[in-house]
């Protein structure tokens, strides 16, 4: 299972989040049009990227229908309903302000 806390990059390609769950970049793309959930942006030449909330999403569909068995249909019902615990990223408050103190500072020296 992938902790929120270990995606650290801002996007991953399809090919990285293939690699993480151990499935053809081709199931991730009919996922992609299955779920509405998952919104992948794309770059200027067409290829996926991933935020770190797509991925917990796809986390979510993968335990559904390759772990508990359920079929497509039933992992949206499941979904939608709120019947599954749905993976949501941690919020680490400590990094954040840090993150957000460093752009403030980039910004104020860019404004000199």
Known sequence: MIK???????????????Q???VNTSLIRFWEKEFDSIKPKKN???NRLFSPKSILEIQNIYQLVKVDGHTLEGAKK??????VE??????NKEELIEKLENIKS???SLKK
Do not use: C, H, N
């Not at 929120?4 to 990285?16: C, P």
């Not at 749905?86 to 919020?91: A, D, F, L, S, V």
């Open 4 to 18: 929120a806390s270990e995606l650290t990059k801002l996007y991953y390609s399809i090919g990285e989040v293939a």
């Open 20 to 22: 993480m769950f151990d």
């Open 44 to 46: 200027k030449k067409g």
């Open 78 to 83: 499941a979904l939608k309903s709120g019947d």
């Open 86 to 91: 749905i993976t949501q990223p941690e919020i």
């Open 106 to 108: 980039r910004l104020l």
